[in-house]
């Protein structure tokens, strides 16, 4: 059963599409905020495929998981609450933004590996630092964070909207 990462092309549209939308009915159902407005669109994850960005797991090769690198300064993270980042606002690092995995895999971690993968990748591509971000809410995302090593760094607001609040978080890779 191989289990492998790779960058996302744009055949994958589809199929990350419908992750995020399986994804966003899981929060739903969890009630979380997070992902219940028009976001992500189909928009936000071709623009990831086209930039390189966007990755995806596969399981025997069936597409289970999907996830952006990004490797830009967050405009998210410019300002930060309740904390700080460790090294500043202006520190280079990737971030790992709308990660989802098949809910029909649970139980089976492979959030976890794409995690580790993550990482990997983003140590390949030079970076020292990474940040991801979620909602207070999101108890399986805060749980695979925290089991990936990232630290707590304190509060953003997406798009400085006072009711769109995250927790952030830094993993140091040198």
């Known amino acids: 059963m191989p289990i492998f990462m790779r960058l996302a092309q744009t055949k994958d549209l589809a199929a990350i599409y419908d992750l995020i939308l399986q994804g966003k009915k899981l929060l739903a159902a969890d009630q979380i905020p997070q992902w219940q407005g028009d976001y992500p669109q189909k928009a936000d994850l071709l623009r990831d495929i086209t930039n390189k960005y966007a990755y995806v797991l596969l399981k025997d090769n069936q597409l289970v998981g999907s996830a952006t690198l990004f490797q830009e300064p967050d405009p998210n993270y410019q300002q930060i609450f309740a904390g700080n980042w460790q090294k500043g606002p202006a520190a280079k690092y990737a971030t790992i933004h709308r990660i989802t995995i098949d809910p029909h895999f649970s139980g089976q971690h492979l959030g976890d590996f794409f995690f580790s993968n993550l990482v990997s990748e983003a140590y390949r591509l030079g970076f020292c630092e990474m940040r ?38 830094q993993l140091f890779l040198k």
Request: proline fraction near 3%; charge should be positive; aromatic fraction near 10%.
């Open 132 to 169: 991801i971000d979620t909602h207070e809410k999101n108890q399986r995302m805060r749980h695979l964070i925290a089991k990936a090593g990232f630290s707590y760094s304190g509060i953003v607001y997406l798009n400085q909207d006072p009711h769109d609040q995250r927790l952030a978080y």
